[in-house]
């Protein structure tokens, strides 16, 4: 089960953090990430992170303003989002694979979805 958590409404320009809390079978996942989903689009990637936490990759639109990363010790990963924009309004899921060897991009490679956490950027 993956459990995400931490969105809300936030005034552009400012920051949020997201944090996904891994049990069960899904402690035991490889790569992790996270992806959004607004009204009337696709899920997309956000970003993603190796089990070790020393690979990551993101999405074009999010590169140098959000950081991905993991503390297995507490099966966590986290999004740390700054200078939001409106266009950063999603629902943010989660996701877990059992693939290792580093951060992965493709949707279809992850095996474990949670339920999402609605994330809000007002102009």
């Known amino acids: 089960q993956l459990q995400a958590s931490g969105g809300g409404l936030v005034q552009a320009g400012g920051s949020l953090r997201l944090s996904c809390v891994a049990s069960?079978?899904?402690?035991?996942?490889?790569?992790m990430g996270w992806f959004r989903q607004a009204p009337g689009s696709e899920r997309d990637f956000v970003a993603s992170v190796s089990w070790s936490g020393g690979s990551t990759a993101y999405a074009d639109s999010v590169k140098g303003r959000f950081t991905v990363s993991r503390d297995n010790s507490k099966n966590t990963m986290y999004l740390q989002m700054t200078e939001m924009k409106p266009e950063d309004t999603a629902v943010y899921y989660c996701?877990?694979?059992?693939?290792?060897?580093?951060?992965?991009?493709?949707?279809?490679?992850?095996?474990?979805w949670g339920r999402g956490t609605q994330v809000t950027v007002s102009s």
């Open positions: 996701a877990a694979s059992s693939i290792s060897g580093g951060a992965i991009m493709i949707r279809t490679a992850y095996d474990y």
């Open positions: 069960g079978r899904t402690s035991n996942s490889k790569a």
